[in-house]
């Protein structure tokens, strides 16, 4: 007791000691929020990010505790009430992709990043509100190209996978010749690397859609961006659990399918339910509208 009241009686009244004492919290504060854009850059900068899952693991170990559950949250909350809430959650996911781009800028120029990040957000987030339908439009057309670029790349890298295993096994002297076979047509035609065809294909599909089909629209972009982050938090939740990280590392990494498949089939869920929450597919919506 006397220890402590000699050390804080040492502190006060001494600008020097208080600034000691208080710097640390604003250097964790800066170095925490500077790990957070940069592992949301260095993951979104890359199309087919979900299908290099060693690379992916790599950057959510980074991501903290605190970020995995605040990204789990706010998963699930868009997956499930997204679509009701879809201006806040369109203008939310502008001023998230301006500040991530304006960051990166920021660090490209050097220039202070989060003043870049801050203007180039608040630009998006003001020019949202206008063009409402057009901001659904383009993250109806991102989410379709960011599912379908990594659905491409996955299945590309598993194709890979599965001919090279095939051929290993044939020089060893087990099995047929691999290299005349689909599965070497399928590798060949399927290359990970031109993932942007599956980008362009989803892109256009999703941005079309969202003039034709407007709800649907919302319902897909809002489905897919809630998975993402809410399966981004429980990896990283598990990641930061040492009796789990190295199995859920070497589960992740054991194929270029399963991350996207653990995002696509939530998404997927929510979707469907979306739908008939609002009355598409007979949910309770269609029913209180006949009544």
Known sequence: MISL????????????AEA???????????????????????????????AQP?????????LGTIWAIVFLITGIACMLKG???????VIALMVLIGSLAGYWLGTSIQAPPFIT????????AVLAVPLMKYAVAILGGLSGAFIGANLWAGIGRAFDSAY????????????????????????????ADAFWIGALAGLLACGILAFVLFKISIHLFTSITGATIAV????????????FSTTVAEGL?????????LVLVPAAIAFLMQEMSSGALGGKGGQAAAA
């Open 20 to 50: 000691a004492a208080t710097t640390p919290t604003s250097i964790d504060m800066w170095a925490e929020a500077h790990r957070l854009f940069q592992t949301g850059v260095s993951i979104f900068s890359q199309g087919d990010a979900l």
């Open 232 to 243: 981004f938090g429980v990896i990283a939740l598990l990641l930061n659990i040492d009796n």
């Open 117 to 124: 990040a801050g203007c180039v957000g608040l630009l998006l």
């Open 83 to 89: 679509y009701q809430f879809y201006k806040f959650v």
């Open 253 to 261: 990494s054991s194929s270029a399918l399963v991350i996207p498949m």
């Open 164 to 191: 090279e295993k095939k051929l290993s096994d044939f020089k060893e002297g087990i099995g047929t010749d691999p290299s005349a076979g689909l599965l070497a047509k399928l590798a060949e035609h399927m290359p």
């Open 54 to 62: 060693q690379t992916l693991v790599e950057h959510l170990t980074h």
């Open 5 to 16: 009241l000699a050390q804080a009686t040492s502190t006060t009244g001494n600008p020097a």
